[in-house]
């Protein structure tokens, strides 16, 4: 596969082109326990990594809706489009609003499509993903947003968690929040432009061509993409949450407990631990 042979040659021109700049007798452990008083230059591992994350900072397999739309497999990409737009719509994320009819003082946000190939880790694609998102970088603070930070899990939480969960052998199950962030409900009115789609591409709520250019989507739920998406999601999901028995940490905000479970957050996924695996199913239920 091309993109596993480049990532392989990342590696190797890296590992041709180090050059220690001390001699050491066992290089081997020198590399995994430095004298850094001795070490002149920064630990290969260190530059091995940057190396390896500038490859993956430039993936081919991630790119924009005009990128896609070029693409020898673009068809996958545009059945991926209909399918995210349908859920959308099945969902009830936002309803139909006339152009005239919004605020002055709010300007319609594009759509953006964020696409990717997903891969196995064998390099073969899985699957074709196309996510619908908030032009973000065009709203304006105070009007269409307020507070944005949302707190993420320490590592240190989730080093000592996993560390007792493998110590006293405790169940863990991973949750993945499906269509995550639009479960929450937008804290302000929010209107965004219909996306960008191909000639022939039929919009199902927008049948009509002309439609695009007289109405708007005014969102009812919360969408990847809008500056303040990320803690909309966690204080409604914190506030499921309690709701349902679990008590926030007072040192870190992503950790929860109830009864015999921990649950771990991050994001728009959770790890559910317990010595109990009945308790986590049920919760999971």
């Not at 050059?19 to 452990?29: D, F, G, K, Q």
């Not at 302000?188 to 009509?208: A, C, G, H, R, S």
């Not at 909309?232 to 950790?255: A, H, M, N």
Request: proline share 8%; with cysteine; hydrophobic share 40%.
């Amino acid at each position: 596969d091309e993109t596993q042979h480049s990532a392989l040659s990342c590696v190797v021109s890296f590992l041709h082109s180090f050059s220690p700049s001390i001699e050491h007798p066992n290089i081997e452990v020198y590399l995994l326990q430095p004298d850094i008083e001795l070490y002149s230059e920064r630990h290969p591992f260190a530059l091995l990594v940057e190396h390896v994350q500038a490859f993956i900072g430039s993936d081919p397999d991630t790119m924009h809706f005009e990128d896609a739309m070029r693409q020898p497999d673009r068809a996958q990409f545009i059945e991926a489009m209909k399918k995210e737009l349908q859920d959308h719509i099945d969902r009830k994320h936002w309803k139909i609003v006339p152009l005239k009819t919004i605020p002055k003082n709010k300007m319609p946000l594009p759509m953006v499509w964020s696409m990717k190939r997903k891969r196995d880790p064998l390099g073969f694609i899985i699957k074709y993903k196309a996510r619908l998102c908030a032009g973000g970088h065009k709203s304006i603070e105070f009007v269409d947003y307020w507070t944005t930070y949302s707190p993420v899990v320490s590592w240190g939480t989730v080093r000592l968690v996993l560390i007792l969960a493998l110590i006293n052998e405790w169940h863990m199950r991973s949750v993945d929040f499906v269509l995550a962030f639009p479960q929450a409900p937008v804290k302000t009115d929010i209107y965004m432009k219909p996306p960008k789609v191909p000639p022939d591409f039929l919009i199902p709520d927008l049948p009509e061509y002309s439609d695009r250019f007289h109405f708007v989507y005014k969102l009812i739920k919360n969408l990847y993409g809008l500056k303040d998406a990320g803690k909309t999601w966690y204080d409604f999901l914190r506030k499921g949450l309690i709701k349902r028995g679990w008590q926030p940490s007072i040192v870190d905000e992503c950790l929860f407990t109830k009864n015999n479970i921990i649950l771990v957050l991050y994001v728009d996924n959770a790890v559910l631990i317990s010595p109990n695996q009945l308790l986590i199913n049920h919760e999971i239920r």
